[in-house]
């Protein structure tokens, strides 16, 4: 199975290749489209500020390869905040993949939210054999609002969409290579059980 991790240097990728090693699986991290365009699965990661990132894959056409993906893509963190239509970090235009808006937490709780949260309300193949409330690490200061694509759903104040699917895109806030074997268990369904 030949995956690609998208290199757009907004992406602390190395936690995610050492989690696709510990399942058995090499993967190749590049900018390059036709290796992204003919990969089994791609994985779209991301840390940092929306607006920058989006301009990095704005550079590299990537913004526009990203959308036309037919093989399953998984979109963690920021990479899912960029699939969605509007993130209100820098006032930016997403890839419109999900009709979801990226909103910041108005709340008294600590922002960000670092650390282990639950995941419920799993409706998914991406979830398949992991229970209700099981934890996940997030470190997020943006979230997407409960949302017709939600197939996970976590609390921070109030609840909020924290995995979307819609076709062969995936989601997730979370970081599944951070989060033990429940979040290995994550990519390993996003491998094996995820084909739309």
């Known amino acids: 199975m030949k995956i690609a991790i998208i290199d757009y ?5 190395k936690s995610i290749e050492f989690a696709l ?10 900018s390059d ?3 992204i365009k003919t990969a089994d699965r791609v994985i779209f ?10 301009k990095m894959l704005e550079s590299t056409g990537l913004d526009k390869v990203i959308p036309e993906l037919k093989t399953p893509v998984l979109g963690i963190c920021l ?44 409706k998914s193949n991406l979830f398949k054999g992991i ?21 996970a759903t976590s609390e921070y104040d109030l609840n909020y969409c924290v995995a979307l699917n819609r076709d062969n895109f995936y989601g997730v806030q979370f970081h599944p290579e951070k989060s ?12 094996v059980n995820c084909r739309q």
Not at 9 to 13: E, K, R, S, W
Not at 45 to 54: L, Q
Request: aromatic share 10%; with cysteine; net charge negative.
């Open 131 to 151: 229970e209700n409330h099981s934890y996940m690490y997030l470190v997020h200061s943006y979230y997407v609002p409960e949302h017709q694509h939600s197939i």
């Open 45 to 54: 990661p991301g840390v940092g500020e929306a607006s920058s990132a989006m």
């Open 9 to 13: 240097g907004a992406g602390n990728v």
């Open 33 to 35: 489209s036709e290796q």
């Open 21 to 30: 090693q510990r399942l058995g699986y090499e993967s190749v991290l590049t």
């Open 180 to 191: 033990g074997k429940v979040g290995e268990r994550v990519l390993k369904n996003f491998l």
């Open 79 to 122: 990479g899912m905040q960029l699939m969605c239509k509007y993130c209100v970090e820098g006032d930016t235009q997403g890839l419109s993949i999900f009709d979801a808006e990226v909103i910041k937490f108005d709340t008294q709780l600590k922002v960000p939210q670092v650390g282990w949260n639950t995941i419920f309300d799993l």
